[in-house]
Antibody, heavy 118, light 108 residues
Framework: EVQLVESGGGLVQPGGSLRLSCAAS????????MSWVRQAPGKGLEWVAN????????YYVDSVKGRFTISRDNAKNSLYLQMNSLRAEDTAVYYC???????????WGQGTLVTVSS | EIVMTQSPATLSVSPGERATLSCRAS??????LAWYQQKPGQAPRLLIY???TRATGIPARFSGSGSGTEFTLTISSLQSEDFAVYYC??????????FGQGTKLEIK
């Protein structure tokens, strides 16, 4: 059974930092592009960042460039998102998602809530 | 950046009836279009990719059509478990991947 389990969310003040993790199992993690997709409360889906199978390529949505860093550890079947200089508009549920071809989001975790507020 | 626009925002349909959801792209995305279903408190689930191919385990009552800039998701006979929010997503030109704003399918 495919499982993606996110952790690391919580309440953080504006300007603060947080590191999200995603533990994968049930599929060949190293063969998948991995992404972070977020959903603000009551809103739609927004792709945030993705990383190629071997970590050689990384892409970000403009609003997080220079503030967020995506990384992965294939030996640990884990995906990460380092979030710095957080803003109120970063408040959202953050999902990790796996993509076999870097196209559609085939597998999703249950999400972790990040709240940026003073 | 490609903008995806879904219509209507909310669709009210009775169980057993057909539902038709629309998605329009601001420029051609060829057939590189996916549909997702999201129920309250749950993660999205991939339904359709390549505009018309059902993902693994998706019932045959879900069908997708279209190419270029106009796409349709049809649910032929609505079951109670189908009432949810549906999103389209383009993957022709990325980054960024872009999603539509969603269509809420509710019980009439």
């Amino acid at each position: 059974e495919v499982q993606l389990v996110e952790s690391g969310g919580g309440l953080v003040q504006p300007g603060g930092s947080l590191r999200l993790s995603c533990a994968a199992s049930g599929f060949t993690f190293s063969s998948y592009w991995m992404s972070w997709v977020r959903q603000a409360p009551g809103k739609g889906l927004e792709w945030v960042a993705n990383i190629k199978q071997d970590g050689s390529e990384k892409y970000y949505v403009d609003s997080v460039k220079g503030r967020f860093t995506i990384s992965r550890d294939n030996a640990k079947n884990s995906l990460y998102l380092q979030m710095n200089s957080l803003r109120a508009e970063d408040t959202a549920v953050y999902y990790c998602a796996g993509s076999r071809r870097g196209a559609t989001f085939d597998y999703w975790g249950q999400g972790t809530l990040v709240t940026v507020s003073s | 950046e490609i903008v995806m626009t879904q219509s209507p925002a909310t669709l009210s349909v009775s169980p057993g009836e057909r539902a038709t959801l629309s998605c329009r792209a601001s420029q051609s995305v060829s057939s590189n279009l996916a549909w997702y279903q999201q129920k309250p408190g749950q993660a999205p689930r991939l339904l359709i990719y390549g505009a018309s191919t059902r993902a693994t385990g998706i019932p045959a009552r879900f069908s997708g059509s279209g190419s270029g800039t106009e796409f349709t998701l049809t649910i032929s006979s609505l079951q109670s478990e189908d009432f949810a929010v549906y999103y389209c997503q383009q993957y022709n030109n990325w980054p960024p991947y872009s999603f539509g704003q969603g269509t809420k399918l509710e019980i009439k």
